[in-house]
């Protein structure tokens, strides 16, 4: 075959070749989209892009360019909540230090003041008003009257003072006065007289004035052994750690009554004993730590009053200590239970000082434990329930203020 012949072909099979290509992209390719793509930043293969926070794109999309409003959050295991921000639990209503709070017949609580050494009352409607216009600077502790706006304030150089929030008088108590606690009615108080030398060491009643003053028990060299706390019921003035010695672990607690009366006693299972009467004074909530659990504090309840003193006895399977603890009634109890206890911790208390709580609810009778929902961490230093039943307040170790959480 001739060249030209053969280049005619040649020639022949390409135009062939190129009008089917032709054909082929007018009739039958897909069309390709010309949009160019958005600009989503930079992502992995696999995985969605960034949500940048929420905040709707500005590159493409419709409409007005913002997302439909979202209404209302219901947050997990909570309310409903505006915007989706969780309405805490846990409200500090006092933001500065404060020391010797406790429940206000007249309001909710009552407190003072560490940094402006006042007294103030947080009202029902949680507005906050001043007991009184006089500053008390530098005062340790506080003995609130429970019938009266009364109030015995202790300072750290041993003097005393009696002061009525009514009248806006006060009185001065002898500095060898100590330890004090009133009865129920405020019309009497309890206290240890310490002399310079054992035999002028007694625990003492008097009015709060100390205008009549009745000695009742000698102390001698067991002042320390002594926790003065007047019971509601009335009949128990102190306790005394001078019983029968039992057991290393194992120690009698004696009652002592104002007018000499020989009360049974009662039996703890270890050392370092606190505690806190049941409303009525039947009940004796304490707690004692022992070599059966490595020296952390447990809690135990028992009947403290008349023929029932003794009885009753029960371990309630919660390690703290029972000044972290408040009664509701005479049957709950609310505590601050550590998260964690080290082994000795009964020795050394401060070592949880910076351990987080959990509040618990006790059923004392059932031993039932039931806890309550707090946000943040906390560390409980003492709390209390306020005369309706419906808040709890506590003081925290690490945080100022006062703290308070709806039940």
Request: hydrophobic content about 35%; some cysteine.
């Amino acid at each position: 075959m001739d060249k030209k012949r053969i280049l005619y072909i040649s020639l022949f099979i390409l135009l062939t070749i190129g009008f089917g290509y032709a054909l082929y992209r007018v009739f039958f390719a897909s069309k390709q989209d010309t949009t160019v793509p958005t600009d989503v930043g930079q992502s992995t293969t696999g995985q969605f892009p960034s949500s940048e926070n929420g905040q709707p794109s500005q590159n493409g999309g419709t409409g007005t360019g913002s997302l439909p409003g979202s209404g209302t959050v219901t947050a997990p295991g909570g309310g409903t909540q505006a915007g989706g921000a969780a309405e805490p639990i846990v409200t500090r209503v006092i933001d500065t230090p404060v020391s010797n709070a406790t429940p206000d017949a007249n309001g909710a609580a009552k407190f003072y003041n560490n940094i402006d050494g006042k007294f103030y009352r947080i009202n029902a409607d949680g507005s906050v008003t001043a007991l009184s216009d006089t500053t008390f600077f530098n005062v340790s502790n506080v003995t609130w009257s429970p019938a009266r706006e009364e109030a015995i304030i202790e300072y750290p150089d041993g003097a005393n003072i009696y002061y009525s929030f009514d009248t806006k008088t006060q009185t001065t108590l002898p500095t060898h006065w100590q330890d004090f606690s009133f009865d129920k009615t405020g019309n009497d108080i309890v206290a240890k007289s310490i002399g310079f030398s054992e035999e002028n060491r007694w625990l003492i009643v008097s009015d709060p004035q100390g205008k009549t003053v009745t000695p009742v028990e000698p102390l001698g060299k067991n002042a320390d052994k002594v926790i003065v706390d007047w019971s509601p019921s009335g009949d128990v003035i102190a306790l005394s750690r001078t019983g029968e010695a039992i057991a290393a672990d194992r120690q009698e607690v004696l009652l002592v009554g104002q007018h000499g009366e020989n009360f049974k006693s009662i039996v703890v299972e270890g050392r370092d004993l606190r505690t806190k009467w049941s409303p009525d004074g039947e009940k004796l909530l304490h707690s004692v730590y022992s070599a059966r659990d490595g020296y952390i504090p447990e809690l135990w309840i028992v009947g403290a009053s008349g023929d029932a003193i003794g009885s009753g006895r029960k371990l309630l399977g919660v390690n703290t200590w029972a000044d972290k603890c408040t009664f509701a009634d005479s049957r709950y109890v609310y505590c601050g239970v550590p998260t964690t206890l080290e082994t000795g911790s009964g020795f050394v208390p401060a070592l949880a000082d910076g351990t987080p709580d959990n509040i618990i609810r006790i059923d004392t009778q059932t031993g039932l434990k039931q806890p309550i929902g707090t946000d943040g961490t906390h560390t409980v230093n003492d709390m209390f329930v306020n005369d309706d039943g419906h808040t709890l307040y506590f003081t925290d170790k690490t945080q100022a203020g006062l703290f308070s959480v709806p039940l």
